[in-house]
């Protein structure tokens, strides 16, 4: 029998996608044949994952996980809406978070750096990496899944807040309190990042080159409007500040009308300050699901015809 070695393995992963352990058993089985064994894994459903590689996965969901003062969010990617609601694709999305929050823990992963968490052994089976757990996941459910994202918040509290079924996913760190109320708040507010997606957490976050970006704008929609172009600098200077003031109300988190206010003009910042005026929030992360990528335009009644006449 030839002995079977780590580039063999190597090899036929890269030509496959197929997870380690399948890829050395069938290279066992075959005894060493390269081509041999690419066709064992196809018959056998694990070379699936290689050819959904091309293929846009632009749906998916979010989840958080959260131990203590520590939570991690994640966002994983599938090709349909369908799938994300699956037991089995949610079931793993859980998992992948808690992977990546452990890893944070031990002052491993902190940030979105993807490569790092396929390669480390799967929590919830240390035979086989995250990656090996990916390319069975796809090839078991049957369309390309993604590892898209990943981030974490820490603070004296954390809270997540999880909306439309995974669609978006939200977390607020904050210091100064931890108890009931402090959670009840940042729950409140977790549910604005949400509806509202700020930018910023306060004003003193604010990039000047998202100012001098957005002032640029405002000056070109000036001097489109014959109107406003023909008014004095200083006229024009001061329209600007107001503009830009008002921009950041929408754009700054603590600036913002806070959603559940009864008298339509409370900030989010008042009503911290009004439960707890120690209560500083210290990050907020919201992933929506897909945002940023192409998605497909699938036309299902087509798909079906198409198979039908296949």
């Keep these: ?21 399948d890829c050395k058993k069938a290279l066992a089985e075959t005894d060493g044949n390269m081509e041999e064994a690419v066709e064992v894994l196809r018959k056998s459903g694990a070379a699936k994952a290689e050819k959904k590689a091309s293929r846009i996965a632009a749906e998916g969901i979010a989840k958080a996980v959260i131990d203590g003062g520590n939570a991690v969010v994640v966002e994983v990617s599938s ?3 369908f799938v994300a609601k699956n037991e089995v694709f949610q079931s793993f999305v859980e998992s992948v978070a808690k992977q990546a929050l452990k890893s944070s823990l031990n002052g491993g992963l902190d940030g979105e750096d993807i ?5 480390e052994n799967y929590v919830e089976d240390s ?3 995250v990656k090996d757990a990916l390319v069975e996941k796809t090839a078991t459910i049957g369309e ?3 590892i898209r994202r990943f981030e974490k918040a820490s603070g004296d509290v954390v809270v997540s807040y999880i909306h439309g079924g995974g669609r978006i996913g939200v977390l607020v760190a904050a210091d100064g309190a931890n108890d009931d109320a402090a959670k009840e708040a940042l729950t409140n507010v977790a549910m604005q990042v949400a509806a509202l997606n700020p930018k910023y957490i306060s004003d003193a976050d604010v990039d000047q080159a998202y100012i001098d970006h957005e002032t640029e704008i405002i000056k070109a929609q000036m001097e489109a409007d014959p109107k406003e172009a023909a008014k004095p600098e200083n006229v024009k200077q ?13 754009v700054v988190l603590l600036d913002q009308v806070y959603v559940k206010a009864e008298d339509g003009k409370q900030t ?11 209560l500083v929030i210290k990050k907020i992360v919201r992933f929506e699901v897909g945002e940023g990528m192409e998605k497909k335009n699938e036309d299902f009644a087509a798909e079906v015809a198409a198979q039908m006449n296949a």
């Design 144 to 146: 390309k899944l993604s």
């Design 238 to 250: 001061g329209m600007i500040k107001g503009r830009i003031s008002k921009l950041l109300k929408d």
């Design 1 to 21: 029998m030839a002995a079977i070695t780590a580039s063999m393995v190597k090899e036929l992963r890269e030509q496959t996608g197929a997870g380690m352990m």
């Design 115 to 119: 490569e790092a968490l396929l390669s």
């Design 79 to 81: 090709e349909t809406d």
């Design 127 to 129: 035979s086989k990496t």
């Design 268 to 278: 989010v910042a008042n009503y911290l300050a009004s439960v707890n005026k120690a």
